[in-house]
């Protein structure tokens, strides 16, 4: 979907990125992106993206991650070999909660990870770097050039207009 | 000129004359030069003492633990002692990471990467020993449960179980948390890369991280997810360590306070021994601007509050062995104070309890030397402190006739050196090779052109 060409800006100051956003997405944009090199807070509401949905996943992971992790010190202490350890019940199912805890932040932790991974379309060494600074002190935005609304002109006066130290052209 | 009539003003987190560009530059800078003629110092330093420690372990594996002063009634000493000093000195990282993160105190951005990894690599050696310990290291699996011909399972029953699932989970997610934390911090160094092996290897560390505006919105999440999950795992980890003990019914392990005395212990050993490798790594990699004397004074004030909360566990164990009337404990607690091994509590003592009560003193706090020092002894005594509460309770227990005496070997002495070379080696390695200060976090609290910081990302 997402071709990656268009117009990119590149700012120094994430309060100057912000602005350029919140204009461009007044021009009904939606195939825009912005690069920068940390979390830009009010970036989600300037954008219009949602809230992270990865929450729920990890809620779903934790609750089977402790059942599983619960049952199966049950099917292991009292069905496929029961052994009687000190007269407890088979199903001691207090001196099984530590694992069963355990079992919930393994499971939630590490697939909550692997979830990051997918949602992020990462590892991905193909795609380019749009400019090495982007990662130091540099905040692009990158607006495509599929995009219905997409204005050659207007956005550029947007960017001069917001101060942007570079753009340029990604084809 | 507000901030200067407010009485409550912050003390600035970096020095605010620092750009993004700096920050950057200064971090990574260690990282693109040759090491220091300090850096080999240290590093050789390091592997010579790993080699004793090896050689230790490597005689013990091959004679067999009866190399160790090890027998009945001391079953537990320098290993287990060893164990669980490491685990605890992990603690701390965690709770700078995470639980920090949580309170959301932003100081602890700046420290937070090197306490991690610090975490990962106290981990990697506290899970030595118990290793080392079972005599024959290569059948360690057997510790997990999985499926094999005899058809046995572990015992899920046993603390000690409960152990390998808490110590492996710990391992595991630490490394994570810590992995996620550093993929924007790889790609900056990919970015930065003058040479193809460089960019190539940061670049697949980095997994291709390009910062996109919808990556940020997961990926914060998913850190404080994982730092949310963190945090019960790390009093998790250090509760079931206590448990080993607290669950068998031997005089002097056998109390209910163990589990948040050992989780306060663990935070101020790991405070220490985070304070120990800052004051140096700050003054080597010059990351003074970054790492202020401001935060080493935050880790002071949090081991003053950890090392008051240790001393009244060890006044309340003592109060209640009186109290409870059982003559047993009482035995075991007046052994421990004027017994044999009376020097190891009063060591434990002086280190733990009246050491850090010199951090309330505000110039002391902000000495450079007086906290290396202090921290130096708060480990030591934090060693002692958990060689006490095992070697003493073992070997005087209810019956005069099974007491006896420990003595360790120069193997675990070696072992015990050999632990300060295996956790030195990785924290030098990680100094070279990955940024130490989380960049793209302390961007994010950073000041820009003027504003206030926290004022635009809070």
Redesign the interface.
Known sequence: MHKEKGVMALFD???RLLEATERVRKMNIEYM?????????G??HA?G?K??W??WA?LAF?LSGAALAFF??VW??AI??P?N??G?PYI?WP??V??S???M??I???L??L???I??R??????P??H??????RFGLLVERMDPHYNETELQKIFKECDAKEVKTIM | MQAASNTLAKNPLINPERTYADLTNDVCAPLEKFPTKTWYLAFFGALTILGIGALAVGITIARGIGMWGLNIPVGWAFDITNFVFWIGIGHAGTLISAILYLFRQKWRTAINRSAEAMTIFAVMTAGLFPVIHTGRPWYAFWLFPYPNHRELWVNFRSPLVWDVFAVSTYFTISLVFWYVGLIPDIATVRDRAKNKIRRVAYGILSLGWRGSARNWTHYEMAYLLLAALSTPLVLSVHSIVSFDFAVSILPGWHTTIFPPYFVAGAIFSGFAMVLNLLVIARKVFKLEDYITIYHLENMNKIMLLTGMMVGYAYIIEFFIAWYSGNIYERFAFINRATGPYWWCYWTMMTCNVLVPQIFWIRSWRRNLVVMFIASLLINVGMWFERFVIIVTSLHRDFIPANWGMYKPTMYEIGMLMGSFGFFLTFFLIFCRLLPTIAVFELKAIMKFKGKEEGELYA
């Open positions: 100051d994430p309060e992106e912005a690069y920068t090199p940390f979390p830009v807070h970036m989600e954008m993206l809230r992270s990865i929450p990890t934790g199966f010190q292991t202490s496929n070999w052994i350890v000190g407890k001691s001196a099984f530590p694992v805890f355990e079992g932040v393994l939630s932790g590490l909550t990870t979830v990051l991974f949602v992020c990462i590892p991905n060494l193909t795609k770097v749009f090495p600074r982007i990662t130091d002190d």
